[in-house]
């Protein structure tokens, strides 16, 4: 299996095997979930590293198991997903340093079948300083605190989608939003980020096979969300 690595950078692009973050005496804003706040994939930040390399502006560099998830950063920590052998981890580093601070284990009893260019560990996770929400199409959601500890879990699937489920879950408000498209049986889900509960679900029968993950959209006072799809 191969092993990505992770590294300090800068807070915009994010490959598959470097973590881009600016020095700790300059530490940018947080990039909480996948492409960025609201998943616009834009930063406000100013006057960032536009070269880097491995012998160049690299603060730190941590072999990592292999997976496709974008890192979520958030206050002192950066949170991935990645798969070792046939186990799909929750992983979370300390931001300055790069050390791996705990692993996680999903407790999924089958590993799905993926594309050849996909992985199990596809979807970033989503934090806000109190939890990090990950998604695995092999189980459903799980939330961890800073620390490791687990605060709830929320079973989903089996999905039906022969290439993987690969949409990424997303904070808004009190709740943890997660498209959920497949074959047969597409849905939006809505859980409490507290709790874990389902808060309501949104049947979407006519997106197959759809990767999108949600955007809030605020118009005219209302807050209203928004997610791609394929028609059918």
């Known amino acids: 299996m191969k092993k990505a690595r992770v590294g300090l950078l800068s807070p915009i692009l994010f490959p598959a095997a470097l973590l881009p973050l600016i020095s700790p005496e300059a530490r940018a804003a947080d990039w909480p979930q996948f492409r960025g706040p609201n998943a616009a994939g834009v930063s406000e930040e ?39 052998e046939k186990e799909l981890l929750t992983i979370a580093l300390d931001r300055e340093t790069g050390m791996v601070l705990w692993e ?46 687990e605060l709830w879990r929320l079973p989903l699937g089996p999905f039906k989608n022969p290439f993987g489920e690969a949409s990424s879950p997303i904070i808004a408000g009190d709740l943890v939003l997660l498209n959920c498209d497949q074959d047969v049986g597409s849905f939006l889900l ?20 759809g990767f999108a993950t949600p955007v ?17």
Request: positive net charge.
């Open 104 to 149: 996680r284990r999903a407790p999924a009893e089958k590993i799905e079948e993926v594309h050849p260019t996909s992985n199990p560990a596809a979807s970033t996770p989503a934090a806000d300083g109190a939890r990090a929400v990950v998604f695995f199409g092999s189980y459903g959601l799980l939330a961890y605190d800073p620390e490791g500890k």
């Open 46 to 84: 100013s006057e960032l590293p536009v070269k880097f390399g491995p012998e160049e502006g690299v603060a730190w560099s941590t072999p990592l198991p292999a997976g496709i998830s974008s890192p979520a950063v958030v206050g002192k920590r950066i949170y991935l997903t990645g798969l070792r």
């Open 190 to 209: 809505a859980a409490d980020k507290v709790t874990g509960k389902e808060r309501w679900r949104t049947e979407r029968p006519g997106f197959p096979r």
């Open 216 to 232: 809030i959209w605020e118009a005219d006072g209302r807050r209203q969300v928004v997610v791609a799809g394929t028609l059918r």
